[in-house]
């Protein structure tokens, strides 16, 4: 596996995209995660392991780019 230095949760990405586009933040809501697949990535198990390569660019230099 491969993955980016930085964990970054879904509200910073969106946050991030829309500053790109020069858009203001939206106003954002937390819901419960409901359903397995949605508990499993609050979990985190959606994020590399131990073994992983962690390297290049941020979120942020990504989308900069």
Avoid: C, H, Q
């Avoid at 203001?24 to 994020?47: D, F, Q, V, W």
């Amino acid at each position: 596996d491969r993955a980016g230095p930085e964990r970054v949760s879904l509200a910073e990405v969106v946050t991030l995209l829309r500053a790109g586009e020069g858009k203001s933040s939206p106003r954002l809501i937390t819901i419960p995660a409901i359903g397995g697949a949605l508990r499993a990535y609050e979990a985190g198990t959606n994020l590399p392991d131990a073994d992983a390569m962690i390297g290049g660019s941020s979120f942020r230099e990504f989308i900069e780019r």
